[in-house]
């Protein structure tokens, strides 16, 4: 059984430049959220999205957008890039029931951002 | 607005100490709180987790936690660390759809 899988595991890309990370969740989960891991900090919610719809959303400008799939897979699109979203995103997996929400995570994708 | 508060941001200890790590939380409504590890090299994965009922609960590798709603705390516990405990740990609050994460504490067990 696979756990939570995302690629690529790294990249590097230029200010002003466009991003696009993909997340496959743990089998039999339905919900996919998204998290910022800056250096030395704690990860920070960005959104969850659950049946192909955003539901709710962190404290993220609109450069930030989602998209989830039938399949449950989800991408993460950052737009217009700037140096400050250089860190580790995270992809967590979950199964929208009462007391299963428990996540998931992936080991993330390390963006650079020059 | 939600907060997490982690009171160390590092812990280092000698093997077979006992060890007590913070986490404080801000949230108006019902709340489900976790701890999560984070081991050298690889990623998060859950240590334990409260819902509701009993707010002692036990995780795995001997680690347990306490919620008392009176003080908004979650304290993390392990009577006797290992050096195989050197990790990160997070204390993370759900509330609604949204999970709020502290900013880690870092251990370190010296053999």
């Known amino acids: 059984d696979a756990g939570v899988t995302q690629s690529p595991t790294h990249l590097i890309k230029t200010r002003g430049q466009q991003v696009t990370l993909r997340c496959s969740p743990k089998?039999?989960?339905?919900?996919v959220s998204w998290y910022q891991q800056a250096l030395g900090q704690g990860p920070q919610f960005i959104f969850q999205?659950?049946?192909?719809?955003?539901?709710q959303r962190g404290n993220f400008p609109d450069r930030f957008s989602g998209h989830q799939f039938p399949n449950y897979s989800s991408e993460l699109n950052v737009n217009a890039l700037l140096l400050g979203d250089s860190a580790l995103y995270l992809c967590?997996?979950?199964?929208?029931?009462?007391?299963?929400?428990?996540?998931?995570f992936g080991p993330g994708t390390r963006l650079l951002v020059l | 607005a939600q907060s997490v508060s982690q009171h160390n941001h590092h812990v280092i200890l000698s093997e077979a100490a006992s060890l007590e790590l913070g986490c404080n939380y801000s949230?108006?409504?019902?709340?489900?709180l976790f701890w999560y590890v984070q081991y050298p090299g690889q990623h998060l994965q859950l240590l334990l987790k409260y819902f509701s009922g009993d707010p002692l609960v036990k995780g795995i590798k001997g680690f347990e936690a306490e919620f008392i709603k009176s003080k908004f705390s979650f304290n993390l516990r392990k009577p006797s660390v290992q050096w195989s405990d050197t990790a990160e740990y997070f204390c993370?609050?759900?509330?609604?759809?949204?999970?709020?994460f502290g900013a880690g504490t870092r251990l370190f067990v010296k053999a």
């Open positions: 967590a997996s979950s199964l929208d029931q009462p007391y299963q929400e428990t996540q998931y």
């Open positions: 999205y659950y049946e192909e719809e955003e539901r």
């Open positions: 949230y108006g409504g019902t709340v489900n």
């Open positions: 089998s039999g989960h339905d919900t």
């Open positions: 993370a609050v759900k509330g609604g759809f949204k999970t709020i």
